[in-house]
């Protein structure tokens, strides 16, 4: 157990920012407004959006092989963000719907999931995710946008925008964080602006200032009203 004296704490040290929108709507893309040095675990070959900037490192998964190539990662991880500010994990649900294909090849058709991958694959990304949360650097992890129905507490029910990863994890994975922002594109202006406060049809949390809203290239200025 270790103890800290609350005076010591510090907000914003080693943050944890989970970042989902639409697939093409920029969340990759974002990644350039991180100040310092960035290295990028890219689960979807995406991170080609970022040519030519000059302060980010991609890792590129081997996406036929996504239960070996994340053990690899995280066996080699300590080391290979050394003298790195931030560590972008993108993109989570990708990364899920290859894992289960993965794992539909080994079943009974070659195709179908069985039973067990569901339960497997709750302790599985609970285990990356902690291993990943641990690590002495801020961490941004993006996801796809889904929405999932939720119930209040006097019955009504809704239809609640989220990050796109199974129910069995996603609240594990949001209570982990220190942000959770919905990446949205103004139809008028077509600038991006990220949602951080939520309510009954969005998820968003931010417990590191008073914003509820911010475009996207201030989402790192931490801080702020």
Request: charged content about 25%; glycine content about 8%.
């Amino acid at each position: 157990m270790k103890t800290i004296e609350a005076k010591d704490l510090q907000r914003t040290r080693n943050w944890r920012v989970i970042l989902y929108a639409k697939p093409g709507t920029g969340k990759t893309t974002c990644v350039k407004y991180l100040p310092g040095k960035t290295r990028i675990f890219d689960l979807d070959n995406s991170a080609k959006v970022l040519a030519g900037i000059s302060n980010v490192t991609v890792d590129e998964m081997d996406r036929t092989h996504p239960e070996e190539d994340m053990k690899q990662y995280l066996e080699q991880a300590s080391e290979l963000i050394v003298g790195y500010d931030n560590l972008v994990i993108d993109n989570v649900s990708s990364f899920e719907k290859d894992w289960f294909v993965e794992k539909g090849k080994g079943s009974h058709n070659g195709i179908s999931n069985e039973l067990q991958d569901y339960s497997q694959w709750t302790n599985y990304f609970s285990r990356v995710m902690t291993a990943i949360y641990a690590l002495p650097v801020n961490v941004l992890t993006t996801a796809w946008e889904t929405q999932r129905q939720i119930t209040t507490e006097n019955g009504q029910q809704f239809n609640q925008y989220a990050p796109e990863i199974r129910q069995s994890v996603m609240d594990g994975m949001l209570g982990l964080c220190d942000v959770v922002g919905r990446l949205i594109i103004n139809p008028k202006t077509n600038g991006r602006g990220v949602m951080l406060q939520g309510n009954d049809s969005i998820y968003a949390k931010n417990r590191l200032d008073n914003r509820t809203m911010c475009a996207a290239k201030d989402l790192f200025r931490f801080g702020g009203e």
